[in-house]
């Protein structure tokens, strides 16, 4: 059983286009989040939700829309693609309400590439 | 700000030797700190974390980490290395309900 997991795995598409990646998590947690990965593997968050609320909203461009339809999921939505968006994308889930110290579990990534 | 820096950014050992990674942090309270590691096309997962207690944490797949407050470190470590250890490093920071800080990463390389 996956606890978390993204789709889709790859994704590559051209500048300006609008993608979405979808994230699920069957441990229950309450809290989850989206980070990027950068080529020198640079791990930054982007977005925390805690029960479908947004907590985290690091400075993102608004471009990005995350979206929260229940506790278990988390889709990122991307608008007007740039090449500068191409990155490795993790979705990662913790138990309670968006602690620190809290364990996160992250999904397998989603690997965005934009020509 | 919470900060996290890991000096060292590919670390090569030998099969059997051990292993010692280093983490500097800057937190303004008692942290929080984490080692992730993540495998290659994997996701992060979590060795081990430390907030009160014991300076000595074990952690999963024989690893440990020592907190030094008065140095700032959070250093991870294992006495002997597995090829399958071969891997990305990661600390992390974090305190209460903020945002965990994660390091730049060590890769770790292990040759026969």
């Known amino acids: 059983d996956t606890a978390v997991s993204q789709t889709p795995k790859y994704l590559v598409t051209q500048m300006g286009n609008d993608k979405s990646i979808k994230c699920e998590q069957n441990l229950g947690h309450d809290t989850m989040y989206w980070y990027k990965q950068d080529s020198k593997k640079f791990l930054k968050i982007m977005f925390s939700y805690n029960n479908k609320e947004l907590i985290i909203n690091e400075t993102v461009p608004n471009r990005f829309s995350p979206k929260s339809p229940d506790k278990a999921h988390l889709n990122l939505h991307i608008n007007s693609l740039e090449l500068g968006d191409s990155a490795v994308y993790f979705c990662?889930?913790?138990?309670?309400?968006?602690?620190?110290?809290?364990?996160?579990?992250f999904g397998p990534g989603t690997r965005l590439t934009v020509l | 700000a919470q900060s996290v820096t890991q000096p060292d950014i590919h670390i090569t050992v030998s099969e059997g030797a051990s292993l010692e990674l280093r983490c500097n942090y800057s937190?303004?309270?008692?942290?929080?700190l984490f080692w992730y590691v993540q495998s290659p096309g994997q996701g992060l997962q979590l060795l081990l974390k430390?907030?009160?207690?014991?300076?000595l944490v074990q952690g999963i797949k024989g690893f440990e980490a020592e907190f030094k407050r008065s140095q700032s470190s959070f250093n991870l470590r294992k006495p002997s290395v597995h090829w399958s250890d071969a891997a990305e490093y990661f600390c992390a920071v974090g305190g209460g309900y903020q945002k965990v800080t994660f390091g730049t990463g060590t890769k770790l390389q292990v040759i026969p």
């Open positions: 430390y907030f009160s207690g014991d300076t």
């Open positions: 937190y303004g309270a008692t942290p929080y």
């Open positions: 990662a889930s913790s138990q309670r309400g968006g602690r620190a110290g809290d364990t996160q579990y």
